[in-house]
């Protein structure tokens, strides 16, 4: 990102970044309907392990695999107590190595990711490799308590947790929800905003940015920040194989039908067209696994969403699924 002091918008940004996102386009490679890939290669073929591409972007010189591994879901098993679940540690240590041996090089989590063990056994799984290689991101999800003494806490367990003296990314976890009042609340009054800046002046965090999933004039305003903030980076959802006519929302997710009954994952409750849309929640979690979802040809997996109560597909094959948040 250019460090001139010129205001920028939502379209001049995402012409500047290529849309890049992190991780979001990465697995368009090869997907398509069915179990071969639009290359024609078998999905249980071996995948290619010198097929990654890397990309810097703007002033930032990290060479970033395309493909970035959200660490939103690990594997678990039962716990011997019978209370929940616990990671399965060999489990994820199987996946972050062959990540890794494919081109992988940039891995996501956050405080708050499968039940808050998620840094833990991303951290376990990293420390085994070069950390010069690697390019770790988490985040500050300070989302049931606001305050500065909660969030400092946070943003220091997770250098303990993922054993690590810096981040090379560095997010504002998931903002847009709540408005700018609650971005406010989150990271402005408390000062953490002022912190993290510090820090960033310091070398714990390479790069300052933030993840977004809500409503798109906190965007354009948190964007407008960059004059005075510099934000070195963005996150976004984004759907590159969602039907160009499909309608949508007025937070910009593709909605889902049910019977005569259109839904979007937000809680907007807002109409599209003639069309009203209802967003009360119930529908989150509740669809049913089909046999027809397309395949990915880079990592052979089905492109889906995960919300924080359960699965919803939409029917957008977003990269969301086993990715960033």
Known sequence: MEKQNNHIDRRGFLKIVG???ATTTAALYGCGSGTKSSQGRNASSPVPTDQMTYRSVGGIKDKVSLLGYGCMRWPTVPSPEGKGDLINQEAVNELVDYAIAHGVNYFDTSPVYVQGWSEKATGIALKRHPREKLYIATKLSNFSNF????????????????????FDYYLLHAIGGGGMKVFNERYIDNGMLDFLLKEREAGRIRHLGWSFHGDVEVFDQVLAMHDTVKWDFVQIQLCGLAPRNRKQC????????TGQTEYCR????????RTV????GAHRGTAKTTTSRRQCGIVGIPLRRFTGI????????????????
């Open 277 to 280: 849309i209802e967003c009360t």
């Open 250 to 257: 007025k937070c910009g997710i593709p909605v889902r039908r």
């Open 310 to 325: 359960g699965t919803d597909r939409i029917e957008r094959y977003d990269l969301y699924g086993a990715l960033t948040g």
């Open 19 to 21: 849309i890049s996102a």
């Open 147 to 166: 305050s500065r003494e909660n969030s400092l806490a946070m943003y220091h367990q997770s250098f303990k947790d993922m054993q690590v003296e810096y």
């Open 266 to 273: 937000c809680d907007h409750g807002t109409a599209i067209g």
